[in-house]
């Protein structure tokens, strides 16, 4: 594993910081045609808004070796278009305020143009697929994987029942990784105690 | 007596919200900017180290951090007593230009130029930087590509693109890698190009504009901002010149440990916002402004080439002194070009490559202020300090909090001019944020205390008329 090369990331306003989580590239060159882009983000001060952040650190060494790249961020911002046109996946993982503590949420992204936003500060991952195919001619296979969340209050830990999701969300997105085709075309949500339900779209 | 209120104005950093009083026969009345946070940096930092201060004060914002990082380190520096490494200098202002180019950017493409591009009176729904990458891919290209340059200088020095630590007190903590050097160069020129390109787009629309010129913050005020001993604009170094609204020198060379001589601090009772003004007239009539267009206005060249023609051309096409606020847009560019050209000149410098970067000392001054030229204007940090070095008062003035006056006049001259209450748009309001806006604030920088903070709690009877009041003392 490579540690970050500033190039490779894009972050926003707000502040993105690394906050002692690294960016990391997990990919061995500097290609433009990285494979699989993975973007947790979320507040890392704020317990369960970080938790984007805790998976990219453990999906950073667990694709050690994998033609991916892992990215952390507080917001997701217009920048992150270029990036995403660049590569054939990606995956985006968050915080979700709905939902029993800890269940995991899973479901393909697909371009959409959102209806407004007053603030321009952020986008979500639809948006931003679509301004990668509008700008730069290309995006990528994508999904994204949430967690709810328990608390939202100053800390930099996760609760224990989001960070007893961790290792499930770690795993589902290095299969997804590793398969030849995924299959992004349906949402699945996993009860905290395991037992996915998957849902077709 | 009606009033309307833009809460939250969009597109800016920080949060806002304007009043906008109307007299009973739907005329502008009155207008008042409120910033409704309050942040607190000054009073809990006392006892804090003071060679912490950058790191603290840099979480001041999410946007700026590097210039809050500078200022801190200078003052720092000023409590150590030291000069500092000319590699350590040389590398700070690199850090430095790469800021002004990705806020720069951020300011033009991502916040502005939805009102210029799509049209003051376009759908709001879609006057947003979306709408922008729908109606003009390229112009969206060249800001996306713009920022990301400037953040990766920040990135490539600092490691950090957000909060970096990297500049502390004394000088820098790692020297510069000749790879991050080379690869900073490769990309200058794409980036000058960049900006050459939106100042041609740009230049060639502001006919469009000649209303909004001419009442967008269009009237008479001082100006201040950083220059160095020649009269050159200066972003790091330097010291403050202040220009009256005919463009006199009216005090030059203002070194930052005398800041105190020149600029008051006011509070107003409706706003967190405080409210500097130049002293030596007073309060309010003391209003000056600072920035971009403040400081194209108070420099006598900016030092590089490209830039140089543009400013030559900027005040040919619009005067010696440029009064109106709806060019800040302008000077911003040409800012942006003279950062990445600046940048350049530093790291062809064999002096970036070098490795004493950091001088060490104790406290040897009980009292340091750091002063330099954030994207926005001056940023003053003036620490105090005990014999232990922890600190015991801290003062912060913030660009946005100069302009604090010069916003409230301008969003005044903007209402009075476009708002009809009886026939009330959206673009006549979009127009009072626009004017904001063009001064490229951020709220969440600026607000920071003078003394009591201010709180007023009225309570009104339904149709508004004030039936209590309760004021902080």
């Not at chain 1, 890392?44 to 961020?73: I, K, N, Y």
């Not at chain 1, 960070?163 to 299959?183: I, M």
């Amino acid at each position: 594993m490579k540690k970050v090369d500033s190039e490779r990331c894009t972050r926003n306003r707000g502040g993105c910081e690394h906050n002692g989580g690294p960016l990391f590239i997990v990919h061995s060159s500097m290609s433009t045609e990285v494979r699989t882009l993975i973007v947790g983000y979320g507040n890392p001060l704020r317990s369960d808004d970080g938790f984007g952040w805790h998976a990219g650190r453990m999906l950073a060494q667990a694709l050690a070796g994998q033609d991916a790249e892992v990215m952390t961020c507080h917001q997701l911002t217009p920048e992150l278009a270029e990036s995403l046109s660049q590569c054939g996946r990606a995956v985006f993982i968050d915080a979700d305020v709905e939902g029993e503590p800890g269940a995991i949420h899973r479901r393909s992204i697909v371009p959409e143009v959102p209806p407004s936003s007053a603030f321009t500060h952020t986008c979500n991952p639809s948006g931003l697929l679509a301004s990668a195919q509008h700008l730069y001619g290309h995006h990528p296979v994508s999904m994204a994987i949430t967690v709810s969340a328990q608390s939202f209050e100053f800390g930099d830990t996760l609760s224990p029942a989001v960070s007893a999701a961790l290792p499930e969300v770690v795993d589902q997105v290095c299969q997804w990784v590793r398969l030849k085709e995924p299959n992004s075309s349906r949402v699945e949500s996993t009860s905290p105690r395991g037992n996915p339900s998957f849902v077709d779209v | 007596m009606k009033k309307i209120t833009i809460d939250a104005v969009t597109r800016i950093e920080g949060h806002a919200k304007i009043t906008i009083q109307l007299d009973d026969s739907g005329n502008v009345a009155g207008t008042q900017l409120h910033i409704t946070q309050v942040r607190g940096f000054e009073k809990f930092t006392e006892g804090r180290p003071y060679y912490e201060m950058p790191s603290i004060t840099a979480r001041i914002c999410g946007i700026c951090p590097v210039s809050h990082l500078l200022a801190s380190s200078k003052a720092c520096d000023a409590i150590m007593s030291v000069r500092i490494p000319d590699t350590a200098a040389v590398l700070r202002e690199v850090l430095h230009c790469g800021q002004f180019v990705q806020s720069h950017a951020l300011s033009f493409f991502h916040l502005s130029s939805p009102d210029l591009l799509l049209g003051m009176d376009s759908d709001p729904a879609r006057r947003n930087v979306l709408g922008v990458l729908e109606k003009f891919p390229d112009i969206a290209r060249d800001g996306i590509a713009l920022r990301k340059f400037g953040q990766q200088v920040i990135e490539g020095l600092a490691k950090e693109r957000i909060h970096p630590s990297w500049t502390v007190p004394g000088g820098v903590n790692a020297p510069l890698d000749p790879a991050v050097r080379d690869r900073i160069l490769a990309g200058i020129p794409d980036a000058k190009a960049t900006l050459r390109r939106t100042l041609k787009f740009f230049k060639g629309v502001l006919d469009q504009f000649k209303e909004e010129v001419e009442f967008f913050g269009n009237a008479p005020s001082m100006y201040a901002g950083l220059v160095d001993g020649a009269g050159k604009l200066q972003h790091y170094e330097g010291g403050i010149r202040f220009k009256d609204a005919d463009g006199k020198i009216v005090a030059d060379h203002i070194a930052a440990r005398d800041y105190r001589n020149f600029i008051g601090e006011a509070t107003l009772p409706t706003s967190y916002l405080k409210a500097p003004y130049y002293k030596p007239v007073g309060f309010p009539d003391g209003v000056y402004r600072v920035g971009p267009l403040a400081r194209l206005n108070v420099a006598r060249s900016c030092g590089t080439p490209q830039a140089d023609a543009e400013f030559n051309e900027f005040h040919q096409r619009l005067g010696k002194i440029v009064p109106s606020s709806f060019h800040y847009h302008y000077a911003r560019l040409i800012e942006a070009l003279y950062g990445a050209e600046r940048m350049e000149v530093l790291l062809n410098d064999p002096v970036a490559l070098g490795k004493q970067i950091r001088a060490h000392a104790g406290v040897n001054n009980l009292e340091g202020v750091g002063m330099i030229e954030a994207p926005r204007g001056i940023l003053i940090h003036h620490y105090k300090v005990n014999e232990e070095g922890a600190i015991t008062w801290a003062n912060l003035i913030v660009a946005t909090g100069h302009n604090n006056l010069a916003i409230n006049r301008s969003i005044d001259q903007v209402a009075r001019h476009y708002v009809d209450g009886k026939h009330l748009k959206e673009g006549m309001l979009n127009r009072c944020s626009a004017i904001v806006r063009a001064y490229d604030p951020c709220f969440s920088c600026s607000t920071h205390a003078s003394g009591q903070v201010p709180l007023r709690i009225q309570l009104l009877a339904p149709e508004g008329a004030v039936l209590d009041e309760l004021r902080s003392q």
